[in-house]
């Protein structure tokens, strides 16, 4: 995690027109992003692609940011909403629900033996489920923080987190045996 | 299972922590959508402008007549038409 001051200087370098500091909050923020998409999709390319128009629009917003806000949930909030529009189209929708079909049944005929699948695990959840848990889990998110990002109310991310926490345990747990 | 190896799981095959490629494709992409849409924006103006000179272009040739009928030598109007296009360099020049 980097200086919190810095990147606020960055943000505000950014809101007033450089992309040279933008660019530092680009790669500042590119691997959590990119995991936290990569994790909600199952799809590697799709996450990428998604990551960069995060960015992009981020861009375009950057003087709606709030100065004394927290930039990484304000990234990461676009990026979601970006998830969410991006599930509407039907087409995308099918795509994925056949790849998390696919992943559900791995996680069934899996051996035991077998490298821990978290992705499989990971689509038994709801997206918000799933985004609450590798926000607060994996990315290390405090739950204020996600909440933000998600637009949710705290007392539903941290019951999110909870549920979504004993749901993959026991996934995981039981394609272990 | 525990948290720790929770959140190692999670962030299992995670991309690089430095990644150039990405940064500069989205950098690359921030660029090509400005231009597109400063090429959209000088179009439309450009648009804008050729279709009020053709409106007001009867009349515009009738205040020539009156007006600019000693400015009948063309180096005149070539240099007053440089001298415009010059000073309005640095207001493009500060647009973009």
């Known amino acids: ?177 | 299972m525990d948290d720790i190896s929770l959140t190692a799981l999670l962030n299992a095959d995670a991309p690089p922590a430095q990644d150039m490629r990405f940064s500069l494709a989205v950098m690359t992409r921030i660029e090509q959508r400005q231009f597109r849409r400063n090429l959209l924006r000088n179009v439309l103006a450009g648009g804008t402008a050729t279709l009020v000179l053709v409106l007001v272009a009867p009349t515009l040739n009738l205040v020539w007549k009156d007006i600019a009928a000693p400015l009948s030598n063309n180096m005149i109007i070539a240099a007053l038409l440089l001298a415009g296009g010059v000073m309005t360099l640095p207001w493009i020049a500060q647009r973009d």
């Open chain 1, 1 to 177: 995690m980097s200086d919190p001051s810095a990147e606020q200087a960055w943000a505000r370098d950014a809101q007033a027109g450089s992309a040279q500091a933008f660019g530092r909050l680009v790669r500042l923020h590119q691997q959590g992003l990119r995991m936290f998409l990569r994790r909600l999709s199952g799809n590697w390319a799709e996450a990428d692609d998604l990551a960069q128009e995060t960015f992009v629009t981020a861009w375009e917003r950057i003087a709606r940011f709030r100065q004394d806000g927290n930039f990484r949930a304000w990234l990461f909030g676009i990026g979601w909403r970006k998830y969410r529009e991006g599930k509407r189209g039907w087409l995308r929708r099918m795509r994925r629900e056949q790849h998390y079909n696919g992943m559900e049944q791995a996680v069934v005929n899996a051996d035991p033996g077998l490298r821990l699948d978290i992705a499989a695990a990971l689509a038994g959840l709801s997206a918000e489920q799933r985004a609450a848990v590798i926000l607060c889990l994996g990315q290390e998110f405090s739950h204020a923080e996600a909440a933000e990002a998600l637009d949710l109310p705290l007392g539903t991310v941290k019951s999110h987190v909870a549920r979504g926490r004993e749901k993959l345990i026991a996934r995981l747990d039981e394609s272990h045996g």
